[in-house]
């Protein structure tokens, strides 16, 4: 099955308690086809970078069999830059600057060979790009897309246009409070469902992520970790784990819906083990089933006799 | 099998963005004692009112075959009374004033009656108390203690003597982060189980459990609510159902101890809905196992083929 990934490719510069990162790199588009790629192969990537990317980070893409046909190199321009600090807890994260390069004006176009994609999972970019993307796929079979508080608050007529014609809509917890405008998570969820996606999952960090449909929820918790090093790229590697396995699958029962849950919280626990995707580029699937495993047993107990 | 409760008993003033709630029934004790209850039967109390303790709250746990004779009611004094403001997302809650009264020299004289009782549940009093308490018990076969910020910031020493002499220790998030220094709750549960009991959970709120041992570890999901009244008691109310299904069943391996942390959550979801005991004096065992099957199909999902 084909799967389509439209989104930011970055070079980052992050400062955690344990160390800094300096031109890593990162963007949505990259986190997202870095998992998705350990379910489906190739994975067709849709983004946009200047002619100065360093060419080891376009070599991995190409080793990790992401097909990087739509992947504009704008020359005379630079790549898309963003620095963030997070605090000592991980808890809060500073965005120190952001210089948009070549992305400000991307335009996602997508190639003939890509507009037959089955699943098309659309990283966090402007919402009316969003929108542009799912006009030139021909019928895609299941559509994802994330969001920012930043286009919440700041384009929400736009926002709720695109998320009209997603399948499934993930956003974080403070996105699904800032969006439904309520503090508890469920009232958000069903609040959210009614404004089109009739699959919604909110993401909540080490407590797991909550999938909700009109009539059905799960949730699952995270994988345990003792410790985080980076936590930037979790969502975006969570996108790429649930609509990875759903690709690879082909299966869109709710039972599987929530597998592909608990695959979006086994990758984002490896993404935030390094910085950038260092942790994930060394991943198996035997390694990836394991901690599947580990969060099943974790998370399942018996009824009482 | 014999459940002994110890802990506060207190005309509470509670104020949410609901409503107003004044000198109702609470105290830790109180909420322990009615939810065990619906377990096993009847539960012993041990606490202390004055002699101003309407007569409406003696009946009230009487009628809820809630054994009484270690209640003291001292004369010439008056009952323990608290009173907390809840912000509009009963998120954070501001104490308005506590009057220890007959509370503040309380001294947790067990009857002879109760002196041999199985399971002992240690609701939030100084742990110098608690230590008392279990120094006239005669092998208990599981005894589950609480405890508050206040002793962890202010009694360690005492509140370290005692969690040694537990079987299970019960805390939140927050606590459990002050306690043992550190932002990780999973890192936290380690570091605490080291400090010496075998069994930690640790509550999260409405991000529900974690239950953990030396090698063992387990997260259950907090029953989804819309929309939650008065948070006050939901650890209490915890306690209760946990202890409350391990006496019934009378089974202490770890599957088991999941359940138990599930019957935890189920009786903290009723808990929560109203002011009081209000939700909690009108359950019966269908209501309560049906919030218990509901939570086993929001959090079990199966592998992958």
Known sequence: M???????????TVETPYGKGQEILGGSATYIASCARYFVEPVRLVGIVGNDFPDKYLEFLKESNIDTTGLQIREGEKTFRWGG???????????????LNAFETFDPIIPDAYK????????????????????????????????????????KDDLLKTIKRLDVFVLSDSEA?????????????????????PVVIIKKGAHGALLMTKDDMFTAPAFPMKSVYDPTGAGDAFAGGFLGWIAKSRDH???????????????????????SVDAIKTLNSNVIDDRFKTIHELSQFSLPD
Chains 1, 2 share one sequence.
């Open 116 to 155: 037959q994609s089955d699943y098309v999972c659309l990283g966090n970019i402007l919402p009316s790009l969003q929108l542009r993307v799912l006009d030139q796929i021909r019928d895609p079979r299941m559509v994802l897309g994330d969001t920012m508080n930043f286009w919440i608050e700041g384009m």
């Open 253 to 275: 029962s709710f039972e599987n819906l929530k597998r592909a849950v608990v695959y979006g919280n086994v990758m984002a626990s490896f993404c935030i083990e390094k910085f």
């Open 85 to 99: 600090k997070y605090d000592e807890h991980l808890a809060g994260r500073e965005t120190t600057f952001t210089e």
């Open 177 to 197: 409070q800032m969006l439904a405008e309520t503090k508890n998570l469920v009232k958000a969820g069903s609040k959210i469902i009614d404004m089109g996606p």
């Open 2 to 12: 084909s799967l389509l990934v439209v989104g930011s490719i970055a070079l980052d």
